[in-house]
């Protein structure tokens, strides 16, 4: 390589981190590089629970609170990860430093293939979203829209990262605006309907009661609970990319995880609502979150309408492109710490090297380019390996904690609250990866 090249390299080099210094003294410009995972869940995660009790739809509302209990614990323990390792790694240095190095490796394992699976299943349900928008007859160009759009944002993402997040900004703000105000506009226009919906909640207890007996209630509601399971997935992508944070690292990240869990649980639970409110059922080539905006476009202006509806599911689709972001930057990382303690090639442990860093993030692409070949772009079977490899590092990370925490309790006073809260993360984690591997063995999990 010529000294002109090097030269242009390394000034490049330096203006991505000259830029990224000042992105990152801001958490919430971390919340967008990394929180837009989580949040951009909410496109198909509560989704898939509120589909599971289609016949009882006001049941949802119990799993959408169980979610938002779910997401309090999951983002609690993970700053509690993130006090015990500030320089970063997440859940592949928890399992490795606290349970064993055979343990850390399969955590980083699935943390590779969760990352992999964030860049296909976030361009997969970003085109599903848009396609909402088209006619039923335009499907037959939606499998080579992902395809092309995932080769794109590699593209991008190889040309360094200033490139794939300033651009964003308006992006989550576009995606916050609408939905805001898609869900106050449901609030405020059909505010009389609340009532109905605690009856209709009391109603379809006793309908589920009838039909199916206490149990299977029981085990209705948590067969909903786990297969919406998506929608806590991102969540640990600030503990694992927190060394991407400006000092104080520990406080920033801290301060992005209340970002993002807040985000995200007044998401789930607007939608869910809105579900209700609009009786939302699904629809042939449209998303359920299609069907509701479509809906409440019906209830607009007439010129209004339709705009609005079109703006709400481009900036769902443009955040989940965003969200591969997150894949992005987060795989090269993992790789990185693996590569340190010889599970991966040993080059790949000087992530300040571009040369290093692009290697990764083409290694993420082709990775993502060949599960989308595989699943042909279908939502519904990506969510089930993603789920799996979350809660797979959701559970060993949880167990390493406690671990730790029985360890601390002779040194350390808030070891018993450390407990508590860990083994209640555990427990709820460990039931939902149990509880997919049952309920979805048959479609591939």
Not at 20 to 27: A, H, V
Not at 377 to 392: C, M, N
Request: net charge neutral; aromatic share 12%; glycine share 8%.
């Amino acid at each position: 390589m010529s000294n002109s090249q090097n030269h242009t390299l390394n000034t490049s080099f330096k203006l991505d981190r000259s830029l990224f210094r000042k992105l990152s003294l801001f958490p919430f410009f971390a919340f967008i590089g990394l929180g837009a995972d989580s949040v951009s869940s909410s496109c198909y995660g509560p989704s898939e629970f509120f589909l599971a009790l289609i016949d009882y739809p006001h049941l949802s509302l119990l799993v959408a609170a169980l979610a938002i209990l779910t997401i309090w614990v999951v983002s609690t323990s993970y700053c509690q990860i993130i006090d015990l390792f500030p320089h970063g790694g997440g859940g592949y240095v928890v399992a490795s430093k606290l349970l064993s190095p055979t343990c850390g490796l399969i955590s980083g394992s699935a943390l590779l293939v969760d990352y992999i699976l964030t860049i296909t299943v976030s361009v997969a349900s970003g085109v599903d979203a848009l396609f909402s928008l088209l006619p039923h007859e335009h499907q037959i160009w939606n499998f080579s829209t992902k395809i092309l759009l995932l080769m794109l944002i590699t593209g991008i993402n190889l040309r360094g990262v200033k490139e794939s997040i300033f651009p964003w900004i308006p992006v989550f703000a576009l995606f916050a605006l609408t939905h805001i105000a898609a869900f106050l506009w449901a609030f405020l226009n059909h505010s009389h309907e609340f009532t109905f919906i605690t009856n209709g909640l009391f109603i379809d207890i006793d309908r589920a009661h009838s039909s199916l007996g206490a149990l299977g209630m029981l085990l209705l509601l948590l067969r909903s609970y786990s297969v919406g399971a998506g929608t806590y997935t991102g969540i640990e992508a600030v503990s694992n990319g927190i060394n991407l944070l400006h000092e104080p690292k520990t406080h920033n990240a801290r301060i992005t995880m209340l970002y993002m869990s807040i985000a995200l649980a007044v998401t789930v639970t607007g939608l869910v609502v809105c579900y209700i409110l609009y009786e939302v059922a699904p629809a042939p080539g449209l998303t359920l979150n299609g069907v509701l905006m479509h809906k409440i476009s019906i209830e607009m202006d007439d010129s209004f309408g339709p705009f609005f509806c079109g703006l709400t599911l481009f900036s769902e689709a443009a955040l989940l492109m965003m969200a591969a972001q997150s894949g992005f930057l987060g795989g090269p990382r993992v790789l990185a710490n693996m590569a340190a303690d010889r599970w991966m090639p040993s080059k790949f442990s000087n992530l300040s090297d571009r040369f290093v860093m692009n290697h990764g993030i083409l290694l993420m692409g082709i990775a993502a380019l060949l599960l989308m070949l595989y699943t042909k772009g279908d939502v519904a079977i990506i969510v089930i390996l993603y789920s799996l490899s979350v809660f797979i590092t959701f559970t060993l990370s949880q167990l390493g904690m406690c671990v730790h925490w029985a360890k601390e309790r002779a040194v350390h006073r808030a070891w018993l609250k450390g407990l508590l809260i860990n083994s209640v993360g555990f427990f709820l984690v460990f039931f939902i990866l149990i509880s997919l591997c049952i309920v979805k063995f048959e479609e591939g999990a």
